[in-house]
């Protein structure tokens, strides 16, 4: 199958961006797949949920990756991809990412440089995965730009109307002026308890306000104490917690995914 590159989005934090990229991730690895996870994010959370808990020590990050392609070459994308016991790569991100933007807003095609790094990549992975930082500034629209598609999750928290509308709007500049091939690949509802009824209000708003636009997953991923304990754990909640509901939410959210591969 041709790699697909995926971006996980949106712009307002604490709505499993991070954990959603890992399990996802691992999840199409259990499924057979090849898998690449991108840290695009200068805080290095998921480099640190994957275990590398010192993210500033590591030699070669994505950052350093996107200046050399600025500075106009890249001998060797693979250079610092990690291995992860659970069976995905892994390219890190640390805190140098964040000094990456003003070059990278003087650079040409400032837009395209993430996506002139992963596209030689391409032919060892099934999947390459972005973990975007919660905001809209240069590196998540590179990600966007490198990507084929985005899965936005969306916290069952509070309502997402103002953050959902911002995304979308620039995920449409970004197909209008960038990258014509981006789709939305789907919107995913998490940190969601059934009993509370906040929680229920919000699936059904998005269902109904965005789901005769586009996707909204079936899986929806379950509030639980297993996933911040993975994540501290440096693993991924199959590792950590494999009977129990997150996990299951995050096999059946590959099993959608990967059945329109």
């Known amino acids: 199958m041709p790699c697909r590159t995926i971006a996980i989005a949106n712009q307002k934090g604490g709505t499993g961006k991070t954990s959603t990229a890992l399990s996802l991730g691992v999840a199409l690895a259990r499924r057979g797949r090849r898998v690449l996870l991108v840290d695009a994010d200068p805080q290095g959370d998921l480099t640190k949920s994957l275990g590398w808990a010192d993210p500033d020590s590591l030699e070669t990050t994505i950052a350093d990756h996107m200046a050399a ?10 250079a610092g991809v990690l291995g992860h016991r659970e069976g995905v790569d892994l390219m890190p991100a640390n805190i140098e990412l964040a000094n990456i933007e003003l070059p990278l807003l003087m650079a040409m095609s400032r837009e395209r440089v993430l996506a002139t790094w992963a596209e030689p990549l391409k032919r060892g992975y099934d999947y390459i995965i972005f973990d975007c930082a919660p905001t809209l500034g240069i590196v998540p629209v590179n990600a966007l730009a490198a990507a084929d598609g985005v899965i936005v999750p969306v916290s069952a928290e509070y309502l997402p109307a103002s953050g959902m509308a911002g ?10 002026g960038i990258n014509p091939g981006l789709s939305v690949e789907g919107i995913l509802v998490t940190l969601y308890d059934a009993r509370n009824n906040l929680a229920r209000e919000v699936e059904r708003t998005v269902r109904g306000i ?3 636009d586009y996707r909204v997953f079936d899986a929806v991923v379950p509030r639980a104490v297993s996933a911040a304990e993975s994540a501290a754990a440096g693993e991924s909640v199959f590792s950590y917690d494999g009977r129990g509901k997150v996990a299951a939410a995050y096999a059946r959210l590959a099993e959608e995914v990967d059945r329109r591969g």
Do not use: W
Not at 167 to 176: H, I, K
């Open 167 to 176: 995304l979308l709007r620039t995920v449409a500049r970004v197909r209008r």
């Open 210 to 212: 965005y789901g005769g």
């Open 69 to 78: 392609v600025i500075g106009g070459s890249d001998d060797d994308p693979r």
